[in-house]
């Protein structure tokens, strides 16, 4: 049973410029959900993806979007970045018929540096 | 609203000694369940134990064990004889459902153990 993987592990980008992080979950597991973690902070929950669709999103602009696939692997995108998305973003991937005991497993993480 | 708050940010301790991280959450659900993450300096977040709120019993893992008290809305973590390995920051978190499955995390003990 392979685990969460993410790619990029590191990127370093510019401010205004658009980045893709990539995301495949782990065996049998058909949702997947994605955290920012400042430095010295908890993760905080970005959005999820079930089934190809969002189901449900935390408090980011629309500028950070998603997208899963067939194979429940995702992506996430950033468009128009700012200094302040410098951060190690982390992909978690789940069953979402468990509903509330159901495990969230994370990814290495891709760590995104804005300049 | 759903809350998570770890009020030590750093421990730092000698190899052997007993350590324990505080955890007190806060929700208005009657059904919840808790987690608890530790994260090496690799970034990867590692899931470690969950508990319902119907199951007070203690529970012990070989050197780690967690004491969840629904009365005081704690879910505290205890390693007893630590190693330099149980170096990493500890988390914390509650899970909700609003749409997604969302984690809420507290925001990390950072442990160190020194030799």
């Known amino acids: 049973e392979t685990g969460v993987t993410q790619s990029p592990t590191h990127l370093i980008k510019t401010r205004g410029q658009q980045v893709t992080l990539r995301c495949s979950s782990q065996?049998?597991?058909?949702?997947v959900s994605w955290y920012q973690q400042a430095l010295g902070q908890g993760p905080q929950f970005i959005f999820q993806?079930?089934?190809?669709?969002?189901?449900g999103r935390g408090n980011f602009p629309p500028r950070f979007s998603g997208l899963q696939f067939p194979n429940y692997s995702s992506e996430l995108n950033v468009n128009a970045l700012e200094l302040d998305d410098s951060a190690l973003y982390l992909c978690?991937?789940?069953?979402?018929?468990?509903?509330?005991?159901?495990?969230?497993?994370f990814g290495p993480g891709t760590r995104l540096l804005v300049l | 609203a759903q809350k998570v708050t770890q009020a030590q940010t750093e421990i730092s301790v000698v190899e052997k000694e007993d350590v324990t991280l505080d955890c007190v959450y806060e929700?208005?659900?009657?059904?919840?369940?808790l987690f608890w993450y530790k994260q090496p300096p690799s970034g990867e977040l590692v899931f470690l134990i969950r508990?319902?709120?119907?199951?007070?019993q203690n529970e012990i893992s070989g050197r780690y064990s967690w004491n969840f008290q629904k009365s005081t809305s704690s879910f505290n973590f205890t390693i007893t004889a630590s190693q330099v390995v149980d170096s990493a920051v500890y988390f914390c978190?509650?899970?909700?459902?609003?749409?997604?499955?969302?984690?809420?995390f507290g925001q990390g003990t950072r442990l160190t153990i020194n030799p």
């Open positions: 508990r319902n709120s119907f199951d007070e």
């Open positions: 993806y079930y089934r190809e669709e969002e189901n």
């Open positions: 065996s049998g597991h058909n949702t």
């Open positions: 978190a509650l899970v909700i459902i609003q749409g997604a499955q969302k984690l809420v």
């Open positions: 929700t208005r659900d009657t059904t919840y369940y």
């Open positions: 978690a991937s789940s069953d979402l018929a468990g509903g509330l005991k159901e495990t969230q497993y």
